[in-house]
């Protein structure tokens, strides 16, 4: 062996891979080189890292560097003292001047693709007299598999990525896809077949297609679909799809899909028609939320739309249309996310046009543009997270369908949401069931208190329908749900044939509604109700 090489992954979470060394690491495993991939992530300590990749005793360390990862990069080098650094990814490789003026004890930049170029550079003994290194890739098809059947133990709990086409037939200008030196191009659909199966066989719990466009060759994508569903693995497939390309067949093939299997992710980012053709996104909204309806409303795949705040011509009234007519779908998961100004984008390109200012370190986001303000993107990004806390995770379908009725849009809602957070800061200090309950009840009775009783019996019955403890948390506690449950355990423990055992009854959940109101509307007029499997349907009395 011609030495060890430790190709390192710092990736933004620990469930997360790093795909590209991978890849690597399979293309050059003939190179004479031990090669072996570490990984960690941002959130672990840059010494401890660098500790364990220098006892590797490796006579390199290639790091494939990100926007999440490239301030962990950052201090992570110098403190590896024992081989030669090569760093490569989009974050380096697209930027390579400005990091070897920064990092001098850098020894090599791989620019564009990386398997070739590192392939290369192996093959010269490390030795180059160029710093920054770029080559013509192989077809995409032609690069082996990325997986040995020894990687799978450590990814236990994590997710396994794997791409089936590379680039975008799609030049949406803020995307590093859309650069014209990144070609689209399919691997064999047979030959993904034969790699899924290998994958489904290691019984990962979510694999996750980093294609741009997964659908974008529709046959590729229909073939594959029918194959995982013809398997029915319990493996969880992630998708990254364009709606207007959707056709029948797709339809009745995603119809199909046992429920929980696959999860779709769909860049929406706008939808005004005129900034998506600014941005070079070919989407027709009205066509597209269609298309998108016809998904979210099968109800047996996980949707995701994603926005993007600080697009050209749009201020925070676009920003709050847009989402209140994503949010009108009522997809599983809203990501409302914020430009990222990357090197080497389209976008990039015309940021002064567009009075972009972004910030100077990753991950280069927009801090104003021409149509919005600082202030306006600091609202956005804690109406971002209120997201986050009230829709992205389940809990409060019920009481933030009554708080948008009181703030007139969901938007409205969320702004309420954000602008109590920023004003008071508490917003900020846990994403416990118990605390979220207790900052949206405030609002209400801050803003609305006529409505704060039909919200708080919004608020336990939600308790009550995911499943939640038979005690009420203080925020929503209340005496009527209490003697509803004095009253239940007698009822439902004497009944004769219907009687209920005695630990499934001590476990259920008891409601009693404190207003009129929410017995007419959830409750057909019963004024108490029991959860006896914690969540599901109630069972009313009285």
Request: aromatic share 12%; proline share 5%; glycine share 10%.
């Amino acid at each position: 062996m011609r030495g060890k090489i430790v190709l390192a992954g710092i990736n933004a979470r620990y469930t997360h891979s790093c795909l590209a060394l991978y890849c690597i690491r399979s293309y050059c495993r003939d190179s004479g080189y031990g090669l072996s991939v570490f990984e960690c992530s941002i959130n672990s300590d840059p010494e401890s890292a660098a500790a364990a990749i220098n006892g590797m005793g490796p006579c390199a360390v290639g790091i494939s560097t990100y926007i999440w990862n490239a301030g962990f990069v950052k201090r992570l080098i110098p403190l590896i003292s024992v081989a030669k650094i090569i760093l490569g990814g989009p974050e380096a490789g697209y930027n390579p001047q400005a990091w070897l003026d920064e990092f001098p004890e850098i020894d090599f930049i791989i620019s564009g693709a990386g398997e070739e170029a590192f392939r290369k550079l192996l093959s010269s003994g490390l030795e180059s007299d160029a710093r920054i290194i770029s080559e013509p890739n192989p077809r995409f098809s032609e690069l082996p598999f990325p997986y040995s059947e020894d990687d799978f133990a450590g990814m236990r709990g994590r997710y396994v990525y794997y791409e089936s086409t590379r680039g975008c037939p799609y030049r949406c200008s803020y995307c590093l896809s859309s650069r014209t030196d990144v070609p689209f191009e399919k691997r064999d659909t047979g030959r993904v077949i034969e790699e899924l199966d290998v994958l489904i066989g290691q019984r990962p719990g979510t694999v996750k297609f980093v294609d741009r466009c997964f659908n974008a060759d529709r046959e590729h994508s229909r073939a594959v679909w029918r194959h995982i569903i013809s398997r029915t693995p319990g493996t969880v497939f992630h998708f990254e799809i364009f709606p207007g390309i959707l056709g029948d067949e797709d339809f009745d093939i995603l119809s199909r899909v046992p429920a929980g299997l696959f999860r779709l992710e769909i860049g929406v980012q706008s939808v005004f028609r005129r900034t998506l053709l600014e941005i070079g996104r070919p989407m027709d909204w009205e066509a597209s939320r269609a298309q998108i309806k016809r998904l979210v409303d099968m109800k047996n795949m996980h949707v995701h739309l994603d926005l993007i705040a600080g697009l050209p011509f749009e201020g925070l009234d676009e920003a709050a249309e847009s989402f209140n007519l994503v949010h009108g779908l009522m997809p599983d998961h809203i990501q409302l996310g914020f430009l990222k100004v990357l090197r080497g984008t389209g976008i990039s390109l015309k940021a002064g046009d567009y009075g972009i200012v972004h910030s100077e370190s990753p991950p280069y986001e927009v801090l104003e543009t021409k149509w919005i303000s600082r202030d306006d993107l600091d609202l956005l990004r804690e109406a971002s997270r209120m997201v986050d806390f009230f829709h992205n995770e389940p809990g409060f379908r019920t009481s933030m369908g009554r708080l948008i009725k009181i703030c007139g849009s969901p938007f409205g809602a969320y702004r309420a949401l954000a602008e109590r957070s920023l004003a008071s800061g508490t917003g900020r200090r846990g994403r416990d069931w118990q605390f979220r309950a207790g900052f949206m009840l405030d609002l209400v009775k801050a803003v609305r208190p006529d409505e704060a009783g039909y919200l708080a019996d919004c608020l336990r019955w939600d308790w009550c329908l995911h499943g939640r403890s038979h005690r009420y948390p203080p925020a929503v506690d209340w005496e009527g749900c209490r003697e509803a449950r004095r009253r239940g355990l007698d009822l439902f423990g004497r009944r004769g044939i219907d009687r209920v055992p005695a630990g499934l009854l001590r476990r259920s959940v008891f409601f009693s509604a404190e207003t009129e109101s929410f017995r007419r509307d959830f409750m057909n007029g019963h004024g108490s109700a029991v959860f006896f499997h914690g969540g599901g349907e109630p069972v009313f009395f009285d």
